[in-house]
């Protein structure tokens, strides 16, 4: 798009005027709220999608917004118009919401792709677009994560793939296992739930379903230029106050409004008239939401909520299903053997499937302990993994235990005889526990605490990831049972580590106390 000289003098022209009236209102004259949060030490995290033009001037009123808000501002993609060169980002975008530039956190849009590679967005915002690979220029990952105070925050790119196995997929999971905060915030492009013209976009649901699962409390998206507003609500759209995820579209940077056609289910508040900006206060444990209308502008929406993870957790559905790209090795003992295991070590045939073991379906794994003899199966499946993540069914049954008597029921190895994943089963004071153990490379041992389990079928989960590299120190363990996240062990030198062979069963440790049967369902691994 050709720029008029008088369209470039207006946007210069108004830069000189908003910086006149910025160092006015840093002089003193910034709102009470913001004086208030301010003096509260809580972030603010203020911004808007669909932004810049330089065939208008409403970039420039919202970025007159910002002005007067301290804090972080993030940007929702699309955030210079046609086609997010890097001309228009110096010419257009720069002189109004490019003075915010340093304190800017953006994502990209498929305008900024309209570029090939969204050179234009990469090239102009630098290492602050995509600061796992600082510094590309073209074609980059373009997701990234920071913290906020108690908050963890997460910029992605719905310009690429999401789809469950994807690189961005994964690299979420990961950032959401080794990042347990009690409050996160999620943001990208194009929404999951939209009543505007643009409306749903399924293709987001992956991305959804791994913030679902961990936890996530807030998404913000925009591309539908509006302000709409959800209740809380699981990946698939239903209804969801104990942990759902509550998401705003914020269209309202600056490009011409939509029409509202299609009102989605769970739909708050919507509005199409109005340009501005969202701000939220971002507490430890909760978070406000205000939206802020341009200069003559009066609609507005304000509230609060607190986090999913700031009170009693409620029981929640079972984690994520892998996908098949993803699935390394699955056996639910539906066939009445152990044929799909690479060996087994059964003593005789106190190892077995059996109609009685089954927790899913007709049938499970039945281990009968009547001496102190080992019995597992083994899986050679995985090859050099980094991450690695499994579930199965366990239930004690009664079994009879001395206090303080242990044995290892699941474990993981490099190669195979290096161990480096564990899952331990004990009887103390009268309970049955377990957890869950890593090893780093210099061979020490980093276990969770203990945790209760009762004499009931339940589901065990791990993920297990390697370090990145030497000295990166970012590998871990995450412990889900019945679906609840009980330990995420993190900040582990174990780079040289990887999954290569996994037993499960009574695999090692019995003690002579211990006597009699229980039973393992529904095995399931993951990369």
């Not at 509006?226 to 969801?240: I, K, L, M, V, W």
Request: glycine share 10%; proline share 4%.
């Amino acid at each position: 798009m050709d720029i008029s000289p008088v369209q470039l003098l207006v946007k210069k022209l108004c830069f000189v005027l908003a910086m006149i009236l910025s160092v006015i209102m840093f002089a003193g004259l910034i709102s009470l709220a913001d004086a208030a949060a301010a003096q509260s030490n809580d972030p603010v995290f203020v911004g808007a999608g669909d932004i810049a033009n330089c065939s208008n001037d409403r970039d420039e009123s919202t970025a007159r917004l910002l002005d007067g808000i301290a804090g972080t501002v993030f940007t929702l993609g699309d955030n210079v118009y046609p086609d997010g060169t890097r001309t228009l980002f110096m010419d257009c975008y720069g002189p109004t919401w490019g003075r915010h530039k340093n304190r800017t956190r953006p994502s990209p849009g498929n305008h900024d792709y309209d570029t090939a590679g969204a050179a234009g967005y990469y090239t102009y915002f630098g290492a602050a677009a995509t600061p796992l690979e600082p510094n590309c220029t073209s074609n980059c990952k373009g997701y990234y994560s920071y913290n906020l105070g108690a908050w963890h925050i997460i910029a992605l790119n719905s310009e690429i793939s999401m789809s469950a196995g994807s690189a961005q997929e994964k690299w979420l999971r990961t950032d959401l296992a080794a990042n347990p905060s009690t409050c996160t915030l999620a943001y990208w492009h194009k929404p999951r739930f939209s009543s505007g013209q643009h409306g749903n976009y399924s293709s987001t649901q992956p991305l959804w379903q791994a913030l679902y699962d961990y936890r996530a409390d807030v998404v913000l998206s925009g591309h539908d230029h509006t302000y709409e507003r959800f209740a809380p609500q699981s990946p698939s759209g239903n209804a969801d106050s104990a942990r759902g995820i509550r998401q705003f579209v914020v269209g309202t940077g600056g490009a011409g409004l939509y029409s509202l056609p299609n009102i989605q289910a769970n739909s708050e508040v919507r509005n199409n008239t109005t340009w501005g900006v969202l701000k939220l206060i971002l507490h430890s444990t909760s978070y406000e939401w205000q939206f802020i209308p341009i200069a003559g502008k009066t609609f507005t929406d304000s509230g609060s909520a607190n986090c999913v993870g700031s009170g009693t957790l409620p029981t929640p559905t079972r984690t994520s299903t892998p996908s098949s790209s993803g699935l390394i090795f699955k056996d639910d003992f539906e066939s009445g053997n152990l044929s799909a295991w690479s060996s087994n070590t059964s003593d005789g045939g106190d190892l077995s499937v059996s109609g009685p073991a089954a927790l899913v379906g007709s049938r499970g794994l039945q281990a009968v302990i009547d001496d102190n003899n080992n019995i597992f199966v083994t899986d050679d499946s995985p090859a050099a993994e980094r991450l690695y993540r499994a579930r199965y069914y366990f239930n004690p049954n009664s079994i009879k235990m001395a206090s303080g008597d242990n044995h290892y029921i699941f474990r993981g190895y490099t190669g195979s005889s290096t161990l480096v994943l564990r899952v331990q089963f004990r009887f103390s004071n009268g309970n049955y526990q377990l957890r869950a153990a890593l090893r780093n490379d210099d061979s020490t041992w980093k276990n969770t605490n203990w945790f209760n389990i009762t004499n009931a079928s339940h589901s065990i989960e791990l993920a297990w990831r390697a370090a990145t590299g030497t000295g990166a120190n970012n590998g871990g363990l995450t412990l889900w049972i019945d679906s609840t996240q009980q330990a995420d062990l993190n900040g582990v030198d174990n780079d040289t580590r990887r999954i290569d062979k996994v037993q499960l069963g009574a695999v090692v440790g019995i003690d002579s106390g211990t006597r009699g049967t229980y039973y393992f369902d529904a095995f399931e691994s993951w990369r």
